[in-house]
Structure formats: C-alpha cells, structure tokens
C-alpha cells in the first residue's frame, strides 16, 4: 500500500497546488447541501448532543462520523470520482 498512498499524495497536492482542491471541495459542498444530507448530520448531530451527559466532541464525532460517511449519496460519490478522475486524466496528456 505505500505506492497507492505515495500517489494520493501526489495527486492531492497537486489539486491543492492548482487550486482545483477547493473548487471541488465547493462542488462536493454544495450538493451535499442540495441533498439535504448536510441538514440531516447536523439534526442528528444535534439530537445526539443533547442526549450526551457530559458532552464530548470526541465521542459525538465517533458516533456520527461512520453514519455520516455511509450515507452519502451515490450521485454525489459519483459527481466527485469523475471529477477528481478528469483532473488526473488531464495530469497525463
């Protein structure tokens, strides 16, 4: 695994370099909001919050973050892949 993660490296400085890190964090962002899966981690969140005696950041986000990852929507996944995919494409022509 340390050539695979030697390339991610690689490939997510370069998108940091060219600023296209950013303009595909704001893509990822906005459809994330448009999905309405940004409201629904922040009521879940909340309500685990409330529900916590004493409140831990730590254990909130260990208990919301592996929900939070599976249930991102598959389009979003997919808008994501092709354009972090086109971005290496262009590296190589």
Same mark, same amino acid.
């Given at each position: 695994?340390?050539?695979?993660d ?19 964090r704001?893509?990822? %962002?906005?459809?994330?909001?448009? %999905? ?8 879940? %969140? @909340?309500? +685990? ?5 004493? +409140?831990?950041?730590? &254990?909130? +986000?260990?208990?919301? %973050?592996? @929900?939070?990852?599976?249930s991102?929507?598959?389009?979003? @996944? ?6 972090i &995919?086109?971005?290496?494409?262009k590296?190589?022509?």
């Open positions: 695994m340390p050539d695979s030697a390339l991610y490296g690689q490939i997510r400085r370069r998108l940091i370099e060219t600023g296209e890190w950013d303009q595909i704001a893509v990822m %962002s906005a459809k994330l909001n448009e %999905s309405g899966w940004s409201d629904d981690v922040h009521h879940r %969140s @909340k309500e +685990l919050a409330r529900n916590m005696d004493p +409140l831990s950041f730590a &254990r909130l +986000l260990g208990e919301i %973050s592996p @929900k939070a990852q599976t991102i929507p598959l389009a979003v @996944k997919r808008e994501l892949s092709t354009l &995919r086109q971005h290496v494409e590296q190589f022509e």
